[in-house]
């Protein structure tokens, strides 16, 4: 069941319209660009940390998105979902998801800064 809804979600994420796609692509190498810094400033053990957070804060707001969208099928939020012709449409993300994303970026961020290792 877990499986089913992993494959699920990945298929969702892989097939959305909520972003452009030239965003999706930028996505993959903001976080590779974000990454290299944090090894180059902090070192591996900090990296690994920093991404360690960063993964588990995304999957939470993952999360917290389906279970308030029914699976992404209801509007909640930012997220909006429309029915046209027997079929979901999604408007694009909002304010809101965007903001939450920088917040996880500063906040794995900050835990390194200030760790003591």
């Not at 930028?26 to 400033?41: E, R």
């Not at 012709?85 to 917040?103: E, H, M, P, T």
């Not at 794995?108 to 200030?114: C, E, Y």
Request: net charge positive.
């Amino acid at each position: 069941m877990i499986i089913t809804k992993i494959s699920y979600d990945i298929k969702f994420i892989k097939n959305h319209t909520l972003q452009p796609r030239w965003w999706k692509i930028f996505k993959i190498f903001l976080l590779c660009g974000m990454i290299t810094a944090v090894f180059f400033i902090f070192g591996t053990l900090k990296t690994f940390i920093w991404l360690s957070t960063v993964i588990i804060l995304s999957l939470i707001v993952h999360i917290i998105y389906r279970i308030k969208t029914n699976a992404f099928t209801k509007t909640w939020m930012d997220f909006k979902v429309k029915e046209s012709n027997g079929k979901l449409v999604y408007g694009r993300i909002g304010w809101l998801y965007y903001s939450i994303v920088i917040v996880i970026f500063i906040s794995a961020t900050l835990i390194i800064i200030f760790m003591k290792l």
